[in-house]
Antibody, heavy 119, light 110 residues
Framework: QVQVVQSGAEVKKPGASVKVSCKAS????????IYWVRQAPGQGLEWMGI????????NYAQKFQGRVTLTRDTSTGTVYMELRSLRSDDTAVYYC????????????WGQGTMVTVSS | QSVLTQPPSASGTPGQRVTVSCSGG????????VNWYQQLPGTAPKLLIY???QRPSGVPDRFSGSKSGTSASLAISGLQSEDEADYHC???????????FGGGTKLTVL
């Protein structure tokens, strides 16, 4: 069964950093680009960044440039998203998602990780 | 403020046909394909329609997608109570060099 499991909910203070993990079963992430998308409470989806299959190439949305880093451990099939200098408006559910073959669609999603930023 | 524009809400009665619109521009919908996601309450989005009008395996044919110019539409026929969810459109944006989304449409089955 295809399964993607993200790390658990986090509560952080403003200015802190958070690192969220996304682990896939089997090799379902092996040859695919992985995206991170977030959703603030009651809001739409927002793209943060993409990491290529080898982890050697990343691209970040301009809004998050300098604050976000995506990495991946190909040996374990785990992808990581670190967001620094957290602010209250970073409170959101963070999702990892696989980009399908020959399409820009995200065909497999993690269950989401709630990150709350509060003093 | 989302790059793609969707109506915040839509509604219909069981058995009815409803449509959800998604409006963009020349750098996104106008030059790239559109995908649609269904998000049931408290869950992650699920791919519903890809490449404008293709359904992944397991998605009922009650769901269909179309695109014309810089706009796209999702149609749901034979509306069922379990269709009550948020629906998000998405497309690649050549100017931003990344995917952009609509703000989501909350569908209520009356």
């Amino acid at each position: 069964q295809v399964q993607v499991v993200q790390s658990g909910a986090e509560v952080k203070k403003p200015g802190a950093s958070v690192k969220v993990s996304c682990k896939a079963s089997g090799n379902i992430f092996t040859n695919y680009n992985i995206y991170w998308v977030r959703q603030a409470p009651g809001q739409g989806l927002e793209w943060m960044g993409i990491i290529n299959p080898s982890g050697g190439s990343t691209n970040y949305a301009q809004k998050f440039q300098g604050r976000v880093t995506l990495t991946r451990d190909t040996s374990t099939g785990t992808v990581y998203m670190e967001l620094r200098s957290l602010r209250s408006d970073d409170t959101a559910v963070y999702y990892c998602a696989r980009e399908g073959t020959a399409t820009t669609a995200f065909d497999i999603w993690g269950q989401g990780t709630m990150v709350t930023v509060s003093s | 403020q989302s790059v793609l524009t969707q109506p915040p809400s839509a509604s219909g009665t069981p058995g009815q046909r409803v449509t959800v619109s998604c409006s963009g521009g020349s750098s996104n919908i106008g030059s790239n394909t559109v995908n649609w996601y269904q998000q049931l309450p408290g869950t992650a989005p699920k791919l519903l329609i890809y490449t404008n009008n293709q359904r992944p395996s397991g998605v009922p044919d009650r769901f269909s997608g179309s695109k014309s110019g810089t706009s796209a539409s999702l149609a749901i026929s034979g509306l069922q109570s379990e269709d009550e969810a948020d629906y998000h459109c998405a497309a690649w944006d050549d100017s931003l060099n990344g995917p952009v989304f609509g703000g989501g449409t909350k569908l209520t089955v009356l």
